[in-house]
């Protein structure tokens, strides 16, 4: 993944934290010294066991720790890793293993986007959301006053390492968050993956069957994978997975990022799907669908209290994906298939046809 491109590297499914990712790695890759970033929820769990157990396998290994939390995603918290790396003597032999949910991903691989002018980074995803979504792709970058994710840089990893017992230590709330992204791909890109949640997998998964997960997880990051095989830095196809997310987004700005990513991404779907009706003639049942597997999943489908539609739509003109100065939102034709604007899957949206699907 991307396939045949110089950037290609393996998903691997089912390994086990800590020892089964340090032998892995020592054994794949031999080098000597190991960054691995977390956070301070999940560092005591996997981070520095993991440190320890490459320790003993006989490399260098760091564990460093920064506050958990999407308000830690930040310029300062990727200055403060990397002055830390350079004080520990860390050089371009040295590679990054960011071990946590989404945010420590993006954080940590943006330090090994920028730190040395780029070393590199391995991702083991700790929550749903990281191993279906942000582990696979190489978006990286941390979030400013004005909105999420505008600083970044593309660094695809060399290797993702998925152990699913990490599932078991998360809330059920968690859980839900990346049933989000896994919805989405099923809107995108695979009805039959739609149609399976609408029937009994969705329940499957939440309950945490490994046999569901790995075929989720599996089934996915397969999907992303195509994606960006295609498109690795989203000048076109790729702006199809950003369904959900202009109006996500912007939630998760206006609310000072109080929702989860999957929970602001969820009511996103809602909005975006009732606006592709609208606006480009999708199925007028679509958003009733995708807000009824959404409530299933126990993932919130209208805005939240003091949330307002003005504040959003305000919002969605900060966003990155903002082109000529016109809001671009990725909109189903159908269940499974996007359009497509001159050449383009972000497709410009006016602010009062945004603020009528914020309306309904």
């Known amino acids: 993944m991307p396939g045949g491109s110089p950037r290609e590297y393996e998903i691997v499914l089912g390994i086990e934290l800590p020892n089964g990712v340090a032998d892995d790695l020592v054994r794949w890759q031999g080098a000597q010294r190991w960054a691995v970033i977390t956070d301070t929820r999940v560092g005591p769990l996997y981070g520095e066991p993991l440190a320890q157990a490459l320790r003993d396998l006989g490399v260098e290994a760091h564990c460093l720790e920064f506050p958990a939390g999407e308000q830690s995603k930040t310029r300062e918290t990727v200055a403060d890793l990397q002055d830390r790396l350079i004080d520990l003597r860390y050089g371009r032999d040295s590679w990054v293993i960011a071990v946590g949910g989404g945010v420590v991903g993006d954080v940590a691989g943006f330090v090994a986007a920028t730190l040395f002018r780029g070393i590199p980074c391995v991702q083991v995803p700790t929550t749903l959301l990281a191993m279906v979504d942000s582990s696979v792709g190489g978006k990286t970058g941390v979030d400013t006053s004005a909105g999420k994710n505008l600083v970044g840089a593309f660094l695809q990893p060399r290797r993702v390492l998925v152990d699913f017992e990490t599932l078991s230590s998360l809330p059920r709330e968690e859980i839900a968050s990346g049933m989000a992204e896994i919805i989405k791909y099923g809107v ?87 606006l592709a009706s609208q606006k480009i003639g999708a199925p007028d049942d679509l958003a009733d669908r995708i807000a009824s597997l959404c409530a299933r999943a126990g993932l919130p489908t209208q805005l939240p209290p003091g949330c307002s539609a003005d504040a959003i739509v305000k919002a969605a003109f900060y966003d990155k994906k903002v082109r000529r100065g016109e809001i671009r939102c990725a909109l189903p034709n159908t269940l499974g298939t996007m359009s497509v604007w001159n050449g383009e899957y972000g497709i410009p949206v006016k602010a009062e046809e945004l603020m009528a699907s914020l309306l309904p």
């Open 188 to 274: 995108i890109l695979d009805a039959d993956l739609f149609e399976s949640l609408e029937g009994d997998f969705l329940e499957a998964t939440l309950t945490g069957s490994e046999a569901a997960l790995s075929r989720i997880v599996a089934r996915s990051c397969d999907l992303k994978a195509t994606v960006v095989s295609l498109d690795e830095t989203e000048g076109g196809y790729r702006q199809i997975l950003n369904f959900g997310h202009t109006v996500g987004h912007a939630i998760e700005a206006v609310q000072a990022y109080g929702l989860r990513h999957g929970e602001a991404v969820a009511i996103g779907m809602v909005v975006e799907a009732r």
